[in-house]
C-alpha cells in the first residue's frame, strides 16, 4: 500500500434545524508529493451521512487507487451496514445506504483508521475546512431552500476541492 492516497475526513455538525442538522466536511487529501483540500457543506439526519457521501466521491476521483482513510467511527457504520445486508436493526434502510453499497465494493482497496490521537497537522488541516464548511452554512442558510435540500433531509450541497 505505498502508493494508497492518504486521506484525513473530518465532519463538523452544527445546530438541529427541523429533522436535520446542518454539517460541514473537510477532507486533506495526500496523493505522493501532491496535497489537496475538499470541503463542502450540506444537510443531515444522520452524523454518518457526510462521510459516507465524501468518502464515496473520494473514491470515485481517485478510481482503481488504494486509499487510507483516518476519520471517526465509520468502520462501525460500514460494518453493520454488510451484517445487517443494508438496513438498521428496525429493519429500515440506512441514509446514504446508496454511497455505503458502492463504499463496500469498494472495501478491498480501502483501509479505514482512527484518527491520530495526538497532534496532526493533517488532520488538523481537514477539522479546519469543515468548521469553515460549517461557518459558511451558518452564515449563508439560504441553501435550506434550494429544492435538492427540500426535498431531502439528506444532501450535501457542495463538496469540492478548494484553492
Do not use: C, W
Not at 441514509?95 to 488538523?124: C, W
Amino acid at each position: 500500500m505505498d502508493d494508497a492516497v492518504l486521506i484525513y475526513l473530518f465532519t463538523a455538525r452544527g445546530r438541529q434545524g427541523d429533522a436535520r442538522q446542518g454539517v460541514g466536511i473537510g477532507a486533506h487529501v495526500m496523493d505522493g508529493p501532491s496535497v489537496r483540500l475538499f470541503k463542502g457543506h450540506g444537510y443531515a439526519s444522520d452524523g454518518e451521512f457526510p462521510r459516507a457521501y465524501a468518502t464515496y466521491q473520494l473514491l470515485d476521483l481517485f478510481p482503481g487507487r488504494n486509499l487510507t482513510l483516518y476519520t471517526e467511527g465509520f468502520q462501525k457504520r460500514l460494518q453493520d451496514f454488510h451484517l445487517g445486508g443494508g438496513k438498521t436493526a428496525k429493519g429500515k434502510p440506512y441514509v446514504g445506504s446508496e454511497y455505503l453499497a458502492e463504499i463496500g465494493k469498494a472495501r478491498s482497496r480501502l483501509i479505514i483508521m482512527q484518527p491520530p490521537s495526538g497532534f496532526s497537522p493533517d488532520y488538523l488541516m481537514a477539522k479546519h475546512a469543515a468548521r469553515d464548511a460549517l461557518k459558511h452554512l451558518e452564515e449563508h442558510p439560504e441553501s435550506r431552500n434550494f429544492v435538492p435540500v427540500v426535498m431531502s433531509r439528506n444532501h450535501i450541497v457542495d463538496f469540492k476541492e478548494v484553492r
